[in-house]
C-alpha cells in the first residue's frame, strides 16, 4: 500500500480537500500509476457541482493526466514499470462491438456503458480516514498514485513532456478529433467554433490542421481572442457587441452561413449567450454540420425547430474527439506532437503546485 497526496471531494458543492490516502496495489489486468501532472477540465467541475451522472461520492477527480507505470498486477503484458503512460477516462478493451467498429471510439467497458465509480472488480484501491474513496472514470488523476485498468491506459513515447501530454487525455484529444474525425472539415471550408477554452481552441487547431480556409471563434470573454488567433482563427467576435443575433451575423459574414459549426460551451450559464439554435442555425441549410462538444449538465434538454434538419443539415455529438481508438491513438498522437505538427503548450494558461488545486478551479471559474 501506497500512502500519498490526494485531492478528494467529500460532497457535492463543496471544494476539494488534500488529504494522504491509501492507494492499494493493482490486482490482475491494473496498473499502478505515479501521476506526474494533470489538467483541470470543466468535466472535473460538473463532478464536484453533483452535475455527473452516476458519480457517488467522496471521490478522487480528475480525468486528464500522464504519469510513470509504478507497477503492474498479474497479467499485464503491454507496459512494465518505468513506462510513461496516459490513462484514458475512455477505454479500449479491444473486444467489443464497439472496439471492433472502425468508426467507434466508445467501449462497452467505458462509462459511456456503465458506471465507473469502482474498479470493474467493484472495489475502490482508494482508502482514506477509514473510509472507502470511489474512483472517478476510473482514473482519478488527482492523487500522486492511481490504479487504472490496463486497457485504460496508453504507453507512450518516453521522449514525451509529461506536464504537457496530460492534455491528449482529455481536451487537446476532445476538441481537436471533433474537427478532424467527427465533423470530417474539409480543406477551403468554412468554421465556426463557439466557446474558446481550452477544448474549443483545439478545434480551432484541429479546422486549421483539416485546412478550413476561414475559422470563426466566437466567446463572449475577448481575452481568448489573441490565442485563438495564434492557433488559427482567421476571426474572432463576441457576441454581446452586436444588436442581432449572433447567427445573424455569422450569415451576414460568410453569404450563406459556415460549412461546419462546433458549440464548445456546454454550460448552463453561458447558454444564455450562445443559444443552441446560434450554433445550430448559423452553418449551411444544405450540407452543414454542428457538432456538439460542450458537456451539459446530466439532465439537460435541448429543444430545436425540427425544419432546420430538413433541408439537410447534420448535428452530431462527439465524446473525445470521435473515432480515435484511444488506447492506439493517443500515442500516435502524441508522436506527432513530438514532431512539431502541431502545439497544445499554447493551451497552457498556468502551473500550479497539488496543493493548489482549488486555485485552479477559481482561475477556471474566472475564465482565466
Request: charged share 20%; hydrophobic share 40%; aromatic share 8%.
Given at each position: 500500500v501506497i500512502r500519498c497526496r490526494a485531492a478528494v471531494a467529500w460532497a457535492p458543492g463543496k471544494p476539494l480537500s488534500v488529504?494522504?490516502?491509501?492507494?492499494?496495489?493493482?490486482k490482475a489486468g491494473e496498473v499502478r500509476i505515479k501521476l506526474v501532472a494533470t489538467g483541470i477540465c470543466r468535466t472535473d467541475?460538473?463532478?464536484?457541482?453533483?452535475?455527473?451522472?452516476?458519480?457517488?461520492?467522496?471521490?478522487?477527480?480528475?480525468?486528464?493526466?500522464a504519469?510513470?507505470?509504478?507497477?503492474?498486477?498479474?497479467?499485464?503484458?503491454?507496459?512494465?514499470?518505468g513506462d510513461k503512460v496516459i490513462p484514458l477516462c475512455l477505454s479500449q478493451c479491444g473486444e467489443?462491438?464497439?472496439c471492433r467498429n472502425p468508426e467507434s471510439n466508445f467501449c462497452q467497458k467505458s462509462h459511456i456503458s456503465e458506471p465507473q465509480n469502482l474498479l470493474p472488480d467493484k472495489t475502490s484501491r482508494f482508502s482514506c480516514k477509514g473510509k472507502q474513496i470511489h474512483h472517478f472514470l476510473w482514473?482519478?488523476?488527482?492523487?500522486e498514485y492511481t490504479v487504472v485498468p490496463e486497457y485504460?491506459?496508453?504507453?507512450?513515447d518516453p521522449a514525451a513532456p509529461l506536464d504537457k501530454v496530460c492534455l491528449f487525455s482529455c481536451g487537446f484529444s476532445t476538441g481537436y478529433g471533433a474537427a478532424i474525425n467527427t465533423a470530417k472539415v474539409k480543406p477551403g471550408s468554412t468554421c465556426a467554433v463557439f466557446g474558446l477554452g481550452g477544448v474549443g481552441l483545439s478545434v480551432v487547431m484541429g479546422c486549421k490542421a483539416a485546412g478550413a480556409s476561414r475559422i470563426i471563434a466566437v466567446?463572449?470573454?475577448k481575452d481568448k481572442f489573441v490565442k485563438a488567433k495564434q492557433l488559427g482563427a482567421t476571426d474572432c467576435i463576441n457576441p454581446q457587441d452586436f444588436k442581432k443575433p449572433v447567427q445573424e451575423v455569422l450569415t451576414e459574414m460568410t453569404g450563406q452561413g459556415v460549412d461546419y459549426s462546433f458549440e464548445v460551451v456546454g454550460h448552463a450559464d453561458t447558454m444564455v449567450a450562445f443559444p443552441q439554435t446560434a450554433s445550430f442555425a448559423s452553418f449551411n441549410m444544405s450540407t452543414g454540420v454542428c457538432v456538439m462538444v460542450g458537456e451539459l449538465d446530466s439532465g439537460s434538454e435541448i429543444s430545436i425547430d425540427p425544419t432546420l434538419l430538413l433541408t439537410g443539415r447534420t448535428w452530431k455529438?462527439?465524446?473525445?474527439?470521435?473515432?480515435?481508438?484511444?488506447?492506439?491513438?493517443?500515442?500516435?498522437?502524441?508522436?506527432?506532437?513530438?514532431?512539431?505538427?502541431?502545439?497544445?503548450?499554447?493551451l497552457i494558461t498556468h502551473t500550479l503546485p497539488f496543493a493548489k488545486v482549488n486555485e485552479g478551479f477559481d482561475l477556471l471559474h474566472a475564465g482565466k
Open positions: 488529504e494522504q490516502v491509501e492507494v492499494a496495489p493493482p467541475e460538473h463532478l464536484l457541482q453533483g452535475c455527473f451522472p452516476k458519480a457517488e461520492f467522496p471521490v478522487i477527480p480528475g480525468h486528464e493526466g504519469g510513470i507505470v509504478e507497477s503492474v498486477g498479474e497479467g499485464v503484458t503491454s507496459m512494465k514499470p467489443c462491438s464497439f482514473v482519478s488523476t488527482f492523487a485504460a491506459v496508453a504507453k507512450i466567446d463572449i470573454n455529438g462527439t465524446v473525445l474527439g470521435g473515432s480515435w481508438k484511444m488506447r492506439e491513438d493517443i500515442p500516435k498522437l502524441v508522436s506527432s506532437y513530438l514532431e512539431k505538427k502541431f502545439n497544445p503548450d499554447l
